[in-house]
């Protein structure tokens, strides 16, 4: 216990004293755990919310539908097929245009009774169901158009022209002025027969357009249906008495123009969008783990350079190499675990950014379940990291000679010789810099590998964009991740993925420029001390240091392109789509650019230290 | 004050001091000096005396808290950052207890150094170590690292290092407090060498058979000169005789 005691009380000791690098350790770690502990709980996102919603709403096995004017009876025929235990319908669909602000969306409007029903019965998660003179809005086009109940909306056929099907949510009316019903939104629901909004395609993507879906009373709908030029459609509902036989139903029976989906279908549609989310994220978070590894390792080793001589102090006390491993163990331990809990609450509180413009199902919006399963694989990971970056330098430096410890003798660098030969041709902070570079070849490596990975992120996310951009260009859904464009939900979904994912990508890149840098100056403050003291001036030292960071920045930068191009084509779907040249050289640029900026203020404290006080304190 | 002819380096009460309120540490206390050039002068006093800053403080590495220092008729207390850089690269050379070579840089690369950061190009840079290794006898070892080297050796790097750029003064911190007697005369005879070719030398030592090999001595306590000797036989005399080393 008092060993436990004293250990702790070292290691607080020490993380009082250095609290800037602690701070920026925790930093890398909440970083990695926040997009780790997203991707998790997007998890759940994928399946549950799906199968809550089924059994919240008697969800259909099978959604039979028709594109046609009246009612055949091949449709309502199957309310009597065999293996058909129970169904809903046939209802009838009108496509009247809502009405919102002066903005039109085509909507499927489906006439329902006031009563429930067994099959396909919607939950209501605000308001009441279908009345007389009001409309019960779909969750997800609620969400997209920022209805709410007691708001008043017309659903009619427009005067003017409309944008006609699939001309998207948010078109302008224009001129176009409603002649039709008003109606008050009464209620607000979701359902299991249907896909998110706007891959509503219901029965089929060819059988109906890209609409959002509204119910109302019979009444309401067959008047609607009458001032929009008829029926557009009829739909059955139907309960099988084995659901598992959906699929084998809905192949079955599609003929004669009927349209037949099974519920397993519509799962796959909803899951689709949340796992490929999930994808993104899983595969970003194993990203910042290894940024974060590489921060953890920056830091640790830097440490280990100031700390030689306190290592030296404590072994001349007594202390036994164990003891000094603990000590540096559990410094980096207690910040991997505040850095975990820090970032478990944060990619809780991010993550209901990522599912609610979707909300089209039960249990989606809000924030996920924060199972145990969640918080012992995000604290696990933090863990893990923190042992994996520390114990290698922690058990070299507590090996390390007490006499040499005490007297902070500096670590011996590598020797490049081609390098020292080919810099004495440049001006003095390029010499100096190409030099220091080369001292640390590993920590070299290490920058150039946590730049290759934020550039290649970013590169993914720019032919993301590129990628949807085109597809917004070419006006129809589909394409890698099903995305229109600006103003589709699913579009504004996947942009939040990629701002959460990001921002944790970027913020940690810039912490370890800064790491790194800071680890060089640590390292280099003797080497620094006697250029200076051989007449090298503080900027040029300074301007050493940050060339020191420039040279594996650059081609770690380069490298990051192909790095990109090859993680665009294993998380995605769809052919690449590289960014512009200019913009693939805009992000080399900024990189170098940031690179420099932010080394130079670490590169500045560095060269301006007391030359005679670092060369009379250290005797190496 | 402007230092007068013969004069290359001169101070006027200068003092450097650490620390605030009650930690106040005074290293130099109201030192006035002049050495004359190609001077030796041997600082001695015991450890913790503020002899190492003084040398700091001459050669620019530090700035003093109070006083006026000059170099070649040059006051250099007020420099800028860059102009000191400037006089550390042209007109100091400094040899450390230490050696405080760079170890990844072989003999000759690391007397190339200060020629490089002069701005010479590395042919010149070249030329000039070779000549210089040459000259304190470590021409066969200019390709070996530091590490691979001995004490005096290192020192005699060092030694060549300092004088690269041709300085007009070179200061010594404890150049034989890390080496064997046979080193330190190695050493020695360096200096003498470099005293006979009229180079200015300040010698920081507590080593008093060292300073006996100076044209004058200074001795130092708590910051401030407390005695000062010109000595007659000084490195113009018969070296090991004097320090009781070799033939």
Same mark, same amino acid.
């Given at each position: 216990?008092?060993?436990?005691?004293?250990?702790?009380?070292?290691?607080?000791?020490?993380?009082?004293?250095?609290?800037?690098?602690?701070?920026? &350790?925790?930093?890398?770690?909440?970083?990695?755990?926040?997009?780790?502990?997203?991707?998790?709980?997007?998890?759940?996102?994928?399946?549950? $919310?799906?199968?809550?919603?089924?059994?919240?709403?008697?969800?259909?096995?099978?959604?039979?539908?028709?594109?046609?004017?009246?009612?055949?009876?091949?449709?309502?025929?199957?309310?009597?097929?065999?293996?058909?235990?129970?169904?809903?319908?046939?209802?009838?669909?009108?496509?009247?245009?809502?009405?919102?602000?002066?903005?039109?969306?085509?909507?499927?409007?489906?006439?329902?009774?006031?009563?429930?029903?067994?099959?396909?019965?919607?939950?209501?998660?605000?308001?009441?169901?279908?009345?007389?003179?009001?409309?019960?809005?779909?969750?997800?086009?609620?969400?997209?158009?920022?209805?709410?109940?007691?708001?008043?909306?017309?659903?009619?056929?427009?005067?003017?022209? /409309?944008?006609?099907?699939?001309?998207?949510?948010?078109?302008?009316?224009?001129?176009?002025?409603?002649?039709?019903?008003?109606?008050?939104?009464?209620?607000?629901?979701? @359902?299991?027969?249907?896909?998110?909004?706007?891959?509503?395609?219901?029965?089929?993507?060819?059988?109906?357009?890209?609409?959002?879906?509204?119910?109302?009373?019979?009444?309401?709908?067959?008047?609607?249906?009458?001032?929009?030029?008829?029926?557009?459609?009829?739909?059955?509902? +139907?309960?099988?008495?084995?659901?598992?036989?959906?699929?084998?139903?809905?192949?079955?029976?599609?003929?004669?123009?009927?349209?037949?989906?099974?519920?397993?279908?519509?799962?796959?549609?909803?899951?689709?969008?949340?796992?490929?989310?999930?994808?993104?994220?899983?595969?970003?978070?194993?990203?910042?783990?290894? &940024?974060?590894?590489?921060?953890?390792? &920056?830091?640790?080793?830097?440490?280990?350079?100031?700390?030689?001589?306190?290592?030296?102090?404590?072994?001349?006390?007594?202390?036994?190499?164990?003891?000094?491993?603990?000590?540096?163990?559990?410094?980096?331990?207690?910040?991997?675990?505040?850095?975990?809990?820090? /970032?478990?609450?944060?990619?809780?509180?991010?993550?209901?950014? +990522? @599912?609610?413009?979707?909300?089209?199902?039960?249990?989606?919006?809000?924030?996920?379940?924060?199972?145990?399963?969640?918080?012992?694989?995000?604290?696990?990971?933090?863990?893990?990291?923190?042992?994996?970056? @520390?114990?290698? $330098?922690?058990?070299?430096?507590?090996?390390?000679?007490?006499?040499?410890? +005490?007297?902070?003798?500096?670590?011996?660098?590598?020797?490049?010789?081609?390098?020292?030969?080919?810099?004495?041709?440049?001006?003095?902070?390029?010499?100096?810099?190409?030099?220091?570079?080369?001292?640390?070849?590993?920590?070299?490596?290490?920058?150039?590998?946590?730049?290759?990975?934020?550039?290649?992120?970013?590169?993914?996310?720019?032919?993301?964009?590129?990628?949807?951009?085109?597809?917004?260009?070419?006006?129809?859904?589909?394409?890698?991740?099903?995305?229109?464009?600006?103003?589709?939900?699913?579009?504004?979904?996947?942009?939040?993925?990629?701002?959460?994912? @990001?921002?944790?990508?970027? +913020?940690?890149?810039?912490?370890?420029?800064?790491?790194?840098?800071?680890?060089?100056?640590?390292?280099?403050?003797?080497?620094?001390?006697?250029?200076?003291?051989?007449?090298?001036?503080?900027?040029?030292?300074?301007?050493?240091?940050?060339?020191?960071?420039?040279?594996?920045?650059?081609?770690?930068?380069?490298?990051?392109?192909?790095?990109?191009?090859?993680?665009?084509?294993?998380?995605?779907?769809?052919?690449?789509?590289?960014?512009?040249?200019?913009? &693939?050289?805009?992000?080399?640029?900024?990189?170098?650019?940031?690179?420099?900026?932010?080394?130079?203020?670490?590169?500045?404290?560095?060269?301006?230290?007391?030359?005679?006080?670092?060369?009379?304190?250290?005797?190496? | 004050?402007?230092?007068?002819? %013969?004069?290359?380096?001169?101070?006027?009460?200068?003092?450097?001091?650490?620390?605030?309120?009650?930690?106040?540490?005074?290293?130099?206390?109201?030192? *006035?000096? *002049?050495?004359?050039?190609?001077?030796?002068?041997?600082?001695?006093?015991?450890?913790?005396?503020?002899?190492?800053?003084?040398?700091?403080?001459?050669?620019?590495?530090?700035?003093?808290?109070?006083?006026?220092?000059?170099?070649?008729?040059?006051?250099?207390?007020?420099?800028?950052?860059?102009?000191?850089?400037?006089?550390?690269?042209?007109?100091?050379?400094?040899?450390?207890?230490?050696?405080?070579?760079?170890? *990844?840089?072989?003999?000759?690369?690391?007397? !190339?150094?200060?020629?490089?950061?002069? #701005?010479?190009?590395?042919?010149?840079?070249?030329?000039?170590?070779?000549?210089?290794?040459?000259?304190?006898?470590?021409?066969?070892?200019?390709?070996?690292?530091?590490?691979?080297?001995? #004490?005096?050796?290192?020192?005699?790097?060092?030694?060549?290092?300092?004088?690269?750029?041709?300085?007009?003064?070179?200061?010594?911190? !404890?150049?034989? #407090?890390?080496?064997?007697?046979?080193?330190?005369?190695?050493?020695?005879?360096?200096?003498?060498?470099?005293?006979?070719?009229?180079?200015?030398?300040?010698?920081?030592?507590?080593? !008093?058979?060292?300073?006996?090999?100076?044209?004058?001595?200074?001795?130092?306590?708590?910051?401030?000169?407390?005695? *000062?000797?010109?000595?007659?036989?000084?490195?113009?005399?018969?070296?090991?005789?004097?320090?009781?080393? %070799?033939?």
């Amino acid at each position: 216990m008092g060993r436990l005691l004293l250990v702790i009380r070292l290691a607080a000791k020490d993380v009082r004293r250095n609290r800037a690098e602690a701070l920026l &350790l925790l930093v890398a770690i909440a970083a990695a755990t926040t997009t780790l502990t997203v991707a998790l709980a997007l998890r759940g996102v994928t399946s549950a $919310p799906y199968a809550a919603t089924r059994a919240a709403t008697s969800g259909p096995d099978v959604v039979a539908a028709v594109q046609q004017s009246t009612l055949p009876s091949q449709l309502s025929g199957l309310e009597h097929a065999p293996g058909v235990v129970a169904s809903s319908g046939p209802y009838l669909i009108a496509m009247p245009n809502l009405v919102v602000d002066g903005h039109s969306d085509p909507v499927m409007a489906e006439g329902r009774d006031p009563t429930a029903t067994s099959v396909d019965q919607p939950k209501l998660t605000s308001g009441h169901w279908v009345r007389k003179g009001g409309v019960v809005i779909e969750r997800s086009l609620a969400d997209l158009l920022g209805l709410k109940v007691g708001d008043r909306v017309g659903l009619d056929n427009l005067v003017g022209g /409309g944008p006609g099907p699939g001309g998207g949510p948010g078109s302008s009316a224009g001129a176009l002025r409603a002649v039709g019903p008003s109606f008050e939104v009464v209620g607000i629901a979701v @359902t299991a027969a249907l896909q998110p909004s706007p891959l509503n395609t219901y029965a089929h993507p060819s059988g109906f357009p890209e609409a959002g879906l509204v119910w109302v009373t019979r009444a309401a709908a067959e008047q609607l249906a009458a001032i929009t030029g008829g029926a557009f459609g009829y739909t059955l509902n +139907l309960k099988l008495a084995d659901p598992s036989d959906a699929l084998t139903f809905a192949a079955a029976h599609q003929h004669g123009g009927l349209v037949l989906i099974s519920w397993q279908s519509i799962a796959a549609k909803e899951g689709l969008i949340v796992s490929i989310e999930q994808t993104i994220l899983l595969t970003g978070s194993w990203l910042l783990g290894l &940024l974060a590894l590489a921060s953890v390792a &920056l830091l640790v080793g830097g440490r280990m350079e100031q700390q030689t001589r306190r290592i030296g102090l404590l072994k001349a006390v007594g202390a036994t190499p164990a003891l000094v491993t603990r000590v540096l163990l559990a410094e980096q331990l207690v910040i991997a675990l505040l850095g975990a809990a820090v /970032g478990l609450v944060i990619g809780w509180l991010a993550a209901p950014l +990522l @599912t609610n413009p979707g909300a089209s199902l039960v249990g989606a919006p809000g924030a996920p379940t924060l199972d145990l399963s969640t918080i012992l694989v995000v604290f696990g990971a933090a863990i893990t990291v923190a042992i994996v970056a @520390t114990l290698a $330098p922690a058990v070299r430096a507590s090996r390390t000679s007490t006499v040499s410890a +005490l007297a902070d003798a500096a670590r011996q660098p590598r020797r490049a010789g081609w390098t020292i030969a080919l810099s004495s041709r440049f001006p003095v902070p390029i010499l100096l810099g190409m030099r220091l570079a080369s001292r640390r070849r590993r920590r070299a490596v290490l920058s150039a590998a946590s730049l290759a990975i934020t550039v290649g992120s970013l590169v993914a996310v720019l032919m993301f964009r590129e990628h949807a951009n085109s597809l917004d260009t070419s006006g129809g859904l589909g394409g890698l991740f099903r995305f229109s464009g600006p103003g589709d939900p699913l579009w504004e979904r996947g942009m939040n993925v990629m701002l959460v994912f @990001t921002f944790a990508l970027v +913020l940690l890149a810039l912490v370890n420029a800064v790491l790194v840098t800071w680890a060089t100056v640590q390292d280099a403050r003797h080497a620094s001390a006697i250029e200076r003291a051989l007449g090298a001036s503080p900027d040029q030292v300074g301007w050493a240091l940050v060339v020191a960071q420039l040279l594996p920045a650059l081609p770690g930068a380069i490298l990051g392109i192909p790095v990109g191009v090859g993680l665009y084509d294993a998380v995605g779907r769809h052919a690449s789509t590289l960014p512009s040249a200019p913009t &693939l050289l805009g992000v080399l640029v900024a990189t170098v650019v940031v690179v420099a900026v932010l080394t130079a203020i670490p590169a500045r404290i560095g060269a301006r230290r007391p030359v005679a006080e670092i060369l009379q304190s250290e005797t190496a | 004050m402007k230092t007068s002819g %013969g004069t290359l380096v001169a101070c006027r009460g200068l003092r450097k001091d650490y620390g605030t309120g009650e930690g106040l540490v005074r290293a130099v206390d109201e030192v *006035e000096l *002049e050495v004359a050039r190609g001077e030796t002068l041997a600082v001695m006093g015991p450890s913790g005396c503020g002899k190492s800053t003084l040398l700091h403080l001459l050669g620019g590495l530090d700035r003093p808290t109070a006083g006026e220092l000059w170099l070649n008729d040059r006051r250099i207390d007020e420099l800028s950052e860059r102009s000191l850089a400037q006089l550390r690269r042209r007109e100091v050379g400094f040899v450390f207890q230490a050696f405080h070579l760079m170890e *990844e840089l072989t003999a000759q690369e690391n007397v !190339e150094l200060p020629a490089l950061l002069a #701005g010479r190009t590395p042919r010149q840079a070249r030329d000039r170590a070779r000549e210089l290794l040459e000259e304190v006898g470590l021409a066969d070892r200019s390709r070996h690292l530091p590490s691979t080297l001995s #004490g005096g050796q290192r020192q005699r790097v060092a030694i060549a290092r300092a004088l690269a750029n041709d300085p007009l003064v070179v200061l010594a911190d !404890e150049p034989t #407090g890390n080496l064997d007697s046979t080193a330190t005369l190695e050493v020695l005879r360096l200096f003498e060498s470099l005293h006979a070719r009229g180079l200015t030398l300040v010698v920081v030592t507590h080593d !008093e058979r060292i300073a006996a090999t100076a044209d004058r001595l200074i001795s130092m306590r708590d910051g401030a000169f407390v005695d *000062e000797t010109r000595l007659t036989g000084g490195t113009s005399g018969s070296l090991a005789g004097l320090i009781g080393l %070799g033939s």
